[in-house]
């Protein structure tokens, strides 16, 4: 039975039951996504402002971490600046050159796609930025038929 609501507040249950399903889906994604990646969400874990559960990054690995210090930015970033973030944030980014380190540990990670080249080249999340724009993935020699 539903409620007697007042006439000013109308509303619409195939909408409400339509977007009750679509969180439902998105719960078990992001369940099976934190399951693959190995993020253990636990059930008094509580959401941020943004709605991601908060959890240490000191505590993740070099490639989680990154992959979560993009997420919060919302947009590319250049290593230099990813490599601020992280270790303000706590992350400890061993070696001699800890940009390297960085660069090397994060390079194979599907996650992540480069954007642009050289000097100017940023990293980004692909599914957020799109493996399209991933420099390691395009091919530089063009056919002229």
């Not at 979560?68 to 050159?97: I, K």
């Not at 996650?111 to 980004?124: H, N, Q, T, V």
Request: hydrophobic share 30%; with cysteine.
């Amino acid at each position: 039975m539903k409620p007697k609501l007042p006439e000013w507040l109308p509303i619409n249950y195939e909408k409400l039951r339509a977007d009750y399903n679509e969180l439902r889906r998105r719960l078990r994604e992001m369940e099976k996504f934190s399951s693959d990646y190995g993020i253990k969400l636990e059930p008094d874990d509580e959401p941020n402002e943004n709605g991601a559960v908060s959890q240490q990054l000191s505590e993740l690995g070099l490639r989680d971490a990154t992959v979560r210090v993009l997420q919060d930015q919302g947009e590319p970033m250049a290593m230099g600046a990813l490599l601020d973030a992280l270790q303000s944030r706590g992350v400890e980014v061993g070696g001699e050159n800890p940009r390297n380190t960085l660069y090397g540990s994060i390079y194979g990670d599907k996650r992540l796609c480069r954007l642009g080249k050289a000097r100017g080249m940023k990293w980004g999340l692909v599914d957020r930025d799109g493996p399209e724009h991933d420099a390691r993935s395009s091919d530089d020699t063009e056919t002229d038929e």
